[in-house]
Structure formats: C-alpha cells, structure tokens
C-alpha cells in the first residue's frame, strides 16, 4: 500500500497522541498517511483513525547495538528506510522529532530532501527546520514563556503546504478511536475485581493520574487523597488510580492517606484498556501526562495541574472546557534544566478543597466558574481551554488584569500569529489590557532595541552587494540582533526563530527584506499593544 505522506513522531506517549489531528488534517485533505512511532508506544496505533500504515521502530535495542557495533546498527536503520520506502514510496515525510537521529531518518525515507516538512537536514547534514512554524516549535524550547500555542496546533501547521486552506482555518479535530469489546470488557472486570468486598457502592468513577514524568510536575499524593475523600463524602464519587507499575509506590501512598474507599489498577491496563476505563469515569484528575491526552481524544474531560516546566498554554488538553491549573507565583512556569530555588513549593501551593468544590460543581451540571472560590483563585491561574479561529487557547476564570505573565502570553498569540501565518487583520472582539508599568520597563526597553536593529539590517539589506563596508554591517547587524534576543529570557523563543530566518533567506535577498519589513512593523505594533493594550480573537 502508498502513502501520500509519512509522518515521524519518536517522541512521547502524549505528543504522539497529540498528533491524531494532524493525521485527520492529511486524511480530509485526501492523502493517505503513513506513520513511523517508537516500538515501545505500539499500543497506541489502535486508537489512531486514519493511519493507513505503521512501522514501529526498537529505540531502545538500536540503542544497545550502537554500544556493540554501531556500524551494525547503522545497516539495521537504513534496511529499516529501505523498507518502508519500498513498501509505500511516500511522496512527502513530516518529521515532527527535532533530535538528529529523526531528522536522518526522514531523510532516507523522502524521495528528496526537500519533501521532508517540519525538521530536517541540510545537504551537509546540519539540522534545518522547514518553515516558521517548526522554527518557532523548537524555539520554544528556549523559553517556557514564549510557548503559547498548544503542540497540536503547532504539529497541523508543519503540514501547512499539504493542507487545504478550508481545513488549514478550522478547529482541529481530536478523535481517537473508541477501544474495541475486549478493552471495554478487561476495564469493566478491574473494576469490579479491584473494588473491596465490603465497599459501599459508588455513585461513579472518577480517575486519578498520581504520576507524572517527573516528580517536579507531581501535585503531592496528600492532596490526591483529600480531594478523593471529598468527592466519596460530597457525592459518593469513588477514585480510580491509574498509572503504570511503576508509579505503584504513589498508590501505596495514597492507600495510606486516604480514608475513604478507592480502587487502583495500577499496572494492570494497556493503552486500549486505559481508554476503555476512562470512559467509565466522569472526569479525569491529573498531572499534565499521555492519560490527560488520551482522556481528550476520548472526549473525556479533565481536571489538570500544570507545576514546574509544564503550563497549558502549549501541553494543555486539546478539548474544551477543561479545567487547567497554574500555580499563581511569579516564577512559574520555570525553564527547563533549572534548579528550583524554592523548593519546589508550586507543587502544593493549590490546595485540594478549592479543586473539589471546582470539580463537584461542575460535576453538577453548572459550569466551572461557579465553583471557582477566592480561595483558589489566590492559589492558582485558573484556566479552561477552548478553540477558536483555527487555534486551541485558555479562558481566564482568576482575572488577569494583574498578571502580566497572563497577558504576555496573550499579547504573544496575538503577535505570533501575525509573524507565522502572515495574520494581518485579526478579529478584534476581545480586549487584551496593557501589561503593567513595571513590566514594560523590563521587556520594552529590549524590543525596542531589537526594534531598532531590524530598522538598520533592513536598510543595510537594501545596499547589500553594493557596498563591502554594507556587507560587513549587515552580518554584523544580524549578529547583534541574534544576541540580544537570545540573551534577553523573555524573547529567547524568538531567537531561534531569527536564527531560521538568517539561515534560510540569506541567499535570497528579496525574500529576506519583504519578512524584515514586516517583522519590524509588527514588531512596532507588539511594542504599542503591550503599552496601551489592544483588541484581538
């Protein structure tokens, strides 16, 4: 069988999920659609509709056999290239893993370089990204605070070229596929096999994800088993543990904190069984994790905490209303491979009783906000998530007219969308305020000078190949600009996306000073918004 495009997704169990709209965008765009994952995520490819095909690849044994002889490795990647391309010739490759090993792999499996879309290599072997969205998905990995489109939507515009404009402006559509019989059976038994003999009978489920994929992103095991006492005692709602073997100790914790009834079948699901007894539930709490994704592409909704490097703005659930907690302290969400200087403190700061009066009230039949106490809204950044113009966002329910890192990001979209898509006339339905004074002191002064650099690389672009001294100043110019942004925390994300654009239009000059022209007035208008406010979708 063909496939029009192959897609290759090595990452993690949720960004893998994350990839179904993606998937559904090729497929209503009638292209068939390859899909290249790791092995040990195998179980997910039942639940993916529309992946016409599937080869999983050993990571881990490839691996191993580097150690041994990576020249035997290396013949086991390229048979395994070989393969795949015989067996469907793909006419295009999206790489959605930007580690060097991807980027190879896709290599080998386009019929030529330039059909692999999102993160590649150049002729030399040097990693390149194809297009601005790419540029600026792996930019956000430079700073947390620039991450403010959901990996969804920044997975669907890799495609861009692939896609119909029609499909390219709506929602994105998440639907896994349901599990089948035996799945739904295996649940209903664990259910009934892991309830107490002498448990009262439950009124209904509610599933809790202790774990996380790191401790630093965990809401502590304490506060699971008071909001799981409440929610026995409030409404007889009985808590499910889920995870896998290894989060076991997690369990035990729980079983000795909780004072009330619950059942946990920790180790004991599959992918396709985990989707079968989310199903059973009403809601899912939990960490930001793969279950959390696997829970919205099942329609399921969710109560989810966002502490240390996690926020909702790019690894929150792709459905709406969604309940999403932050933290409120200033210095969330923390960059990734820091030390945290204060003890980890934002993972007990929001406190278990304003969550289950959030989640009872919902529960109910009312909506969030009714639920939402002071209490809580001096504990964390409450967020419900949502879709619109083509993009996941988050609506505020703890006011942010005083939270500058709530505005930042949503001057950002804003800003983002029109440099990215080339969005110049957004809807203005909503108000966003103008970010406080002692912010703009902070953050103007360096846009303006990045500003002001733009204005001088752009006149330099315009004499370039006229005048050696303009050339010299021209790639000085770019070279300063790349500095500041990326020495400036705030608008590292928006380096790497300078980084792209130098590298990739250096040779065409035209090109080149149309992107710098309107990057530096939309840069300009950014600078406006952030002082005076502005009205945006």
């Known amino acids: 069988m063909s496939c029009d495009v192959i897609i290759v997704n090595l990452t993690r169990l949720g960004d893998l999920l994350q990839s179904q709209p993606l998937i559904q965008d090729l497929h209503d765009s009638g292209k ?15 639940l993916l509709a529309h992946v016409d095909r599937a080869w999983t690849i050993p990571g881990a044994r490839l691996m191993a056999e580097t150690d041994r002889d990576w020249k035997l490795a290396a013949t086991h990647v390229l048979s395994f290239a070989r393969d795949i391309r015989k067996e469907c010739s793909p006419k295009h490759v999206i790489n959605l893993t930007a580690t060097l090993s991807a980027r190879l792999l896709s290599k080998m499996l386009a019929p030529i370089p330039d059909a692999v879309l999102g993160f590649a290599v150049d002729a030399e072997g040097y990693g390149v990204d194809k297009g601005f969205w790419p540029a600026f998905l792996l930019g956000t990995t430079l700073s947390r605070k620039s991450a403010v489109f959901n990996i969804v939507d920044m997975f669907r515009r890799t495609a861009d070229p692939l896609i119909s404009e029609e499909i390219h402006r709506r929602d994105g559509l998440f639907r896994l596929v349901r599990p089948d019989g035996k799945a739904t059976s295996t649940a ?15 009124r209904g489920y509610v599933a809790f994800q202790l774990g996380a994929s790191n401790d630093m992103r965990r809401w502590p095991v304490a506060h699971f088993a008071a909001l799981g006492d409440m929610l026995w005692n409030k409404a007889g709602l ?6 896998s073997a290894a989060e076991k100790s997690l369990g035990e914790k729980y079983a000795a904190l909780a004072e009330h009834p619950h059942i ?18 009403r809601m899912l709490v939990t960490n930001d994790t793969g279950t959390m994704h696997l829970a919205a592409g099942l329609g399921i909704h969710s109560t989810a905490f966002f502490l240390a490097t996690a926020q909702p703005w790019d690894t929150g659930p792709y459905l709406d209303d969604c309940l999403c907690l932050e933290p409120a302290m200033p210095c969330h969400p923390c960059e990734f491979g820091t030390a945290c200087p204060n003890a980890n403190a934002c ?19 009312m909506r969030w906000e009714s639920g939402v106490g002071d ?12 879709r619109k113009k083509g993009l996941a966002g988050l609506e505020n329910l703890s006011g942010y007219e005083d939270d500058d890192r709530a505005l930042w990001m949503l001057h950002q979209r804003l800003f983002w969308r029109q440099i990215l898509d080339n969005d110049a006339s957004p809807n203005r339905s909503m108000r966003i305020p103008p970010c406080s004074v002692h912010f703009q002191g902070t953050i103007i002064p360096p846009l303006e000078q990045a500003w002001r650099m733009l204005k001088a690389i752009g006149e330099n672009a315009a004499i ?11 790639l000085r110019n770019c070279d300063r600009l790349q500095t500041l942004l990326h020495t400036t925390p705030a608008l590292a994300g928006m380096s790497h996306l300078w980084r792209h654009v130098c590298s990739e239009m250096g040779g065409e000059l035209a090109a080149l000073q149309e992107f710098l022209s309107r990057f530096e007035k939309n840069l300009s208008v950014f600078i406006e918004n952030i002082r ?3 009205h945006c979708a």
């Open 32 to 46: 068939s659609v390859g899909l290249v994952c790791l092995e040990n995520f195998a179980q997910v490819l039942p």
């Open 188 to 202: 209903a038994r664990l259910l009934r096999e892991a309830a107490r003999s002498n448990m009262p009978p439950a």
């Open 238 to 243: 009985c808590p499910v543990l889920t995870g």
């Open 264 to 281: 946990n079948v920790q180790g004991r699901t599959d992918l396709p069984t985990l989707g079968a007894l989310l199903l059973k539930t």
């Open 347 to 365: 993972r007990r700061v929001i406190s278990a009783e304003g969550v289950g009066r959030a989640i009872l009230t919902r529960l109910s039949g």
């Open 375 to 386: 209490a809580l809204k001096r504990e964390a950044r409450i967020w419900t998530s949502c």
């Open 464 to 474: 370039v190949g006229k005048n050696p001294l303009a050339n010299n100043l021209f």
């Open 532 to 534: 005076n406010g502005t």
